[in-house]
């Protein structure tokens, strides 16, 4: 446990309480203690570069947005790895036709096409309000890094009907983030890796969802939250408390981390 020297944190589920939408104070405190011994800190989430959280006191050395495909530090671009901008308009014809409007991010922008609740919910967790967006069409034809929609598994299939490059990647069941096929929270974080020049085995990782399989399979140490999917549970190299419970907090106490 003493090599590790980098971390790389989900925000959602992980970080952040989704009944509360907050971080906790002991939360904080692991994560200003980590710093302190110079253990670098990375954000590894499926949200946008303009809705990342701020957390008081603390500052993260690199951030993996998009599922991965887009990451980059205070020095600028670590990665960057658009959709086919031929996927992302099949894609939003695919969303038309079983009804659901879709939002499209660039690398400094979020854009809708309508709103339904599912949609409307997702934005909530990063405290955003969904709203339609008047020049959607030229936006969607920018650099798009993730599509966004409301749907169940089921409308999957549908989705990426004719879609060649890209895939779903999920992490509620209500929606889902849509990113190239050769991206993932696995990519982001080898490529983040090998720009500092650590081995797998230095690295840690904490999540919840589905999306952070790969992320944890690709660290020296995935812990999954006690809150976690049971998909992820089950690939985890170990399991911490809940995130209500200052899980990450307990969990890099009791094994000398921090």
């Known amino acids: 446990m003493n090599q590790i020297k980098i971390i790389f944190f989900d925000i959602d589920g992980t970080l952040v309480d989704m009944q509360t939408k907050q971080i906790s104070t002991k939360t904080i405190e692991a994560l200003q203690r980590l710093k302190a011994k110079g253990i670098k800190l990375c954000i590894a989430t499926g949200r946008s570069p303009v809705s990342l959280p701020k957390f008081v006191g603390v500052d993260f050395d690199a951030y993996l947005t998009f599922n991965g495909s887009y990451c980059y530090d205070q020095s600028g671009t670590i990665f960057s790895n658009p959709i086919y901008a031929d996927d992302v308009q099949q894609i939003i014809r695919n969303a038309a036709a079983i009804g659901r409007p879709v939002s499209v991010a660039t690398k400094n922008r979020l854009a809708a096409n309508g709103t339904d609740e599912d949609l409307a919910e997702y934005y909530s967790f990063a405290h955003l309000k969904l709203t339609m967006a008047e020049d959607f069409e030229s936006v969607s034809r920018e650099e798009i890094y993730q599509v966004m929609l409301g749907c169940r598994e089921a409308d999957y299939p ?62 020296g140490i995935g812990v999954a939250m006690e809150n976690a999917s049971l998909q992820l549970k089950a690939i985890a190299s170990d ?17 000398g981390i921090i």
């Open 158 to 219: 549908s989705i990426l009907n004719g879609v060649s490059g890209a895939k779903i990647t999920a992490w509620w069941d209500r929606a889902v983030d849509i990113i190239p096929a050769s991206s993932g929270k696995g990519m982001g974080i080898r490529k983040i890796l090998e720009y500092y020049h650590l081995e797998r085995s230095e690295a840690m990782a904490f999540g919840d969802g589905n999306n952070d399989i790969e992320m944890l399979e690709v660290v």
């Open 239 to 255: 399991i911490c408390g809940h995130v209500a419970q200052d899980g990450i907090y307990h969990y890099l106490t009791y094994q």
